[in-house]
């Protein structure tokens, strides 16, 4: 069964395609590419996997693909790499009307889409993840970005893909500390917005590590959905869609400060979003069997619910790169329930750092 | 005097300041300057002719303005160059919120205004204008790229400025030949939709070469009005706007084939719209007489009017990476008469190779 959800955006609207199997049904991606040849960036993981599929799949609607196959990591995800995608599109001709096709997990979709939107001032492209984590976070919303030594996503550009195609079958081959890792952003949304779906992510998480494709289908599905609501409501992060950041300026810290690479962008999110928690906790906004059941369902999930050991002197400065900073004073994504997110600045950096302190090693 | 257009584009409107001795006028910049400090982007040939004035100006305003400041030269319109700026951006823990000013020619604004659209995913930024070129033409209307080695202007983002601020004083510094170089584009006004003006200009280009004040700023003020009202009419470039590029994509292929930073833009473009204006004739859109009236005026204005010997292979290879192929097809601007422009793929690739046989040495 396939299923469509919609990221309403004005002229910018697009359609999330969920199924299993989708990625050999070049007929769902067609009406969404304008000329007859697409570019398909992917990585070293990906295209022995699915690439010979999307190419004949396109092939079959007489769309010829090319293709660059980039390192795979997040230690990757910079100029230099997103420089081999410029020279793909540009040692074949693509044009400002050629269509790109990020195929592989946020790392491929955030340079992807960064490439689509520079590339002659903004060609046209489509998302097709493969990770848990893309599927049900990066590749829905336009946020695409590369790294800098200083900062995570800190370059990049807000750009909607014409398209995302999400097949459920590609989360059979991922690794399960990838697919873990993706569970960090799905259980994010039941802390942010959805409490109904936290109270079903705490019966049926041990059913998505399992892969079972009903329990896997819907968390997708209602993931994507909350995803969309946001993003319609606050494309450029204005208001609300900042609330999707939970956990995301210390797990930022944490993925810079141990160097792009050695946690996955889930893990550090998840330990992000217990020191957040904590911080609420001790803020008096949150109260801590709330703290102890989101630590539950991470660790249930196998995920990190500590940070590492940088010290807190290191984790602020590294927080101080952070997008959320403004005139100088850090706004962080607090908890004032279990579904209940807020963005405030009232924490003062001695509770941010004793927050820290009490949630790393 | 002042004198402010609007360029008119929604919420993204702004004005364009124009006047003699504006830099040091702190006072115009401050209201579209956010917090208390800028970062100012220029270059090492502008930065010591101006950037204590605008400092000092900005000071007065309470606003602090640290710099960074790039090599000159369109040779360093690229990824090394521009990473210079995000070096400075992080390290100075720039927010999403700071302002971003570009000090400088046509290439400061193009990478500052790049860097400014990328860095956090969009932060403000002002275009203060320091050469003829960058005055009448790069900084409105939002267009900002870096080069590819294998095309110019390859990788950008179309990405308004808060406020142009153009001081007429800057000319007074600026070499012969990049003065020269400038008006390249003040003449491609005329030709392309403003045939009373190119007849001012054919009065007037020897007042503009010897910067007589009242010639150069009606010249400056004329051209920003027809840019502004393209650009407000056609912000991403669709239909109308693309008329600006009379003359470019030859030129963009003398840049690139030449190497960046041999031929001046505007050098590159007075001979590229030469061979656009052998090509209308040959097709019988323009008669030989326009022809020569063009040339004659761009020889008066020490511009040339013949390509470099690049060999009509390469120049039509290079060609092909421009923006304005579409579906393999090369979209020129030529002329139908002087003031109308009209973007068309009605040349054979024999007859924009005898054009171009014709008009190179």
């Not at 040849?37 to 295209?47: F, G, M, P, R, Y």
């Not at 980039?70 to 997103?82: A, I, M, S, Y």
């Not at 896997?216 to 969309?228: L, P, Q």
Request: proline letters at 4%; hydrophobic letters at 45%.
């Amino acid at each position: 069964m396939i299923q469509t959800l919609d990221v309403t955006l004005e002229e910018r609207s697009y359609p999330i395609i969920i199924g299993r199997g989708v990625l050999a049904n070049g007929a769902l991606l067609r009406p969404y590419i304008k000329q007859n040849k697409v570019l398909i960036v992917t990585n070293e993981t990906v295209a022995p996997l699915y690439i010979d599929t999307v190419q004949s799949a396109l092939e079959k609607q007489g769309v010829s693909a090319i293709s660059v196959v980039l390192p795979d990591g997040e230690q990757f995800k910079n100029w230099e790499t997103l420089n081999l995608i410029f020279d793909a599109l540009l040692g074949a001709h693509c044009e400002r009307g050629t269509t790109l096709v990020a195929l592989g997990g946020g790392v491929v979709g955030d340079m992807g889409g960064f490439a689509a939107a520079c590339y002659q001032r903004g060609m046209p492209f489509i998302q097709v993840p493969t990770t848990l984590l893309s599927l049900v976070d990066s590749s829905v919303g336009g946020k695409t970005a590369i790294n800098h030594p200083l900062g995570k996503n800190m370059i990049g550009a807000f750009y909607q893909p014409k398209a995302v195609l999400a097949d459920i079958a590609t989360l059979d081959t991922l690794p399960d500390r990838e697919l873990k890792a993706g569970v960090a952003e799905v259980i994010k949304y039941g802390l942010i917005r959805d409490p109904e779906f936290f109270s079903w992510l705490e019966l049926h998480i041990d059913s998505i590590l399992a892969r079972d494709p009903e329990a896997v289908i819907f968390a997708v599905h209602r993931s994507c959905a909350n995803k969309a609501e946001v993003v319609a409501a606050d494309e450029r992060e204005t208001g609300e869609r900042a609330l999707l950041n939970l956990g995301h300026t210390f797990g930022h810290a944490i993925e810079t400060g141990m160097g792009y690479g050695k946690w996955l962008h889930g893990e550090a999110v998840a330990a992000g979003t217990l020191i957040a928690a904590e911080l609420s906790c001790q803020l008096g906004w949150l109260d801590a069997d709330a703290v102890l059941r989101i630590e539950r369902l991470f660790l249930r999930a196998g995920l990190p619910v500590r940070g590492p050991g940088l010290g807190v002197a290191r984790f602020l400065e590294l927080m101080r790169h952070d997008k959320k900073v403004e005139a100088g004073r850090l706004r962080l994504i607090l908890l004032q329930g279990i579904g209940k997110a807020v963005m405030s600045d009232a924490a003062s950096e001695a509770q941010i750092a004793r927050a820290i302190e009490a949630r790393c090693t």
